[in-house]
């Protein structure tokens, strides 16, 4: 297991190096900043409408929608984050001609697969960890709100990042760079837009609709993923505003979370046994 560590070290300190962590730094504390602003004036000037008994209530509902949305956008920046850090992790390489200062050395092609997986996996599920978490505590500071179970939140954006990092080294054997991360961009966009269809079939009551969202959720589970972290904020209890534009109709089951782990392993493994085979 060792080498596979080393892979993942050098792969880290590779994104130090190309300033991808400085990039990420600097693009999540731009967002915290808007948000934590944001809040700071909504929550200042938040009129209670008199025919709330309890005002904090009102404000307990529109903060957690404020959040909802924010963890909306921590997805959507999570996933160009895992996508555009991971799209050349073997392609370039191989473009490049990289790959045969490492290859030669007692290393099997799958540990250095499996190695630039986990380096890449933790730079991005940190990212989504520490942006979640930094979303929670403004939320708290500015408004008093919080959810415990929001760390639960954090810790399936952080799953969303290994999966998308994942599917990206996966496409990164098998195509250039830029196809690479156009391809999965496009099927983060396909589940998403899946995802709403899934949502406005339960508001209808149109089961094929539904099936469609379904069938996109299979496909690639990340809209899954991030409605069940939006789930765990459980602003859906606020009654006042449930049902607002972050709020899903229907939550993903347990077997969608089984369903993730399983894809990043099929996409571990097809990574594999492409390089493998792969014409050096």
């Known amino acids: 297991m060792l080498p596979i560590f080393v892979i993942a070290k050098i792969t880290l300190q590779e ?13 999540a504390t731009a967002f915290l900043t808007l948000y934590g602003l944001g809040m700071y004036f909504v929550m200042r000037d938040l009129a209670v409408p008199d025919r709330f008994i309890d005002p904090d209530v009102f404000r307990d509902a529109v903060s957690g929608q404020l959040l909802a949305a924010a963890l909306n956008v921590a997805g959507m920046l999570t996933a160009l984050v895992a996508i555009f850090t991971s799209a050349g992790a073997i392609a370039t390489e191989v473009e ?77 054997t098998l195509l ?23 949502q406005l079939g339960v508001l209808l009551d149109n089961q094929v609709m539904q099936n469609i ?21 459980n602003v859906q209890e606020l009654a006042i505003l449930a049902g607002g534009p972050f709020e899903g109709f229907s939550q993903p089951s347990a077997i969608m979370l089984v369903w993730a782990l399983l894809y990043i392993t099929f996409a571990v493994l097809l990574g594999m046994g492409v390089f493998a085979r792969k014409d050096l």
């Open 176 to 198: 250039s760079t830029l196809t690479a991360g156009v391809t999965v961009i496009m099927l983060y966009g396909l589940a998403m837009v899946g995802g709403m269809v899934e």
């Open 213 to 233: 969202g379904i069938i996109s959720s299979l496909l690639l589970p990340s809209d899954a993923l991030w409605r069940m972290a939006a789930q765990r904020l």
């Open 96 to 172: 490049q001609n990289t790959l045969h200062a490492i290859i030669p050395k007692p290393l099997m092609r799958w540990q250095v697969l499996v190695g630039k997986c986990c380096g890449l996996g933790a730079m991005s599920a940190a990212f989504a960890i520490a942006t979640t978490v930094a979303l929670l505590l403004l939320t708290w500071a500015f408004a008093g709100f919080y959810s415990w179970s929001g760390l639960q939140s954090a810790l399936l954006l952080g799953l969303l990042a290994v999966l998308l990092t994942c599917v990206t080294v996966c496409a990164s």
């Open 15 to 27: 994104g130090v190096r190309k300033k991808a962590v400085l990039g990420g730094v600097l693009l």
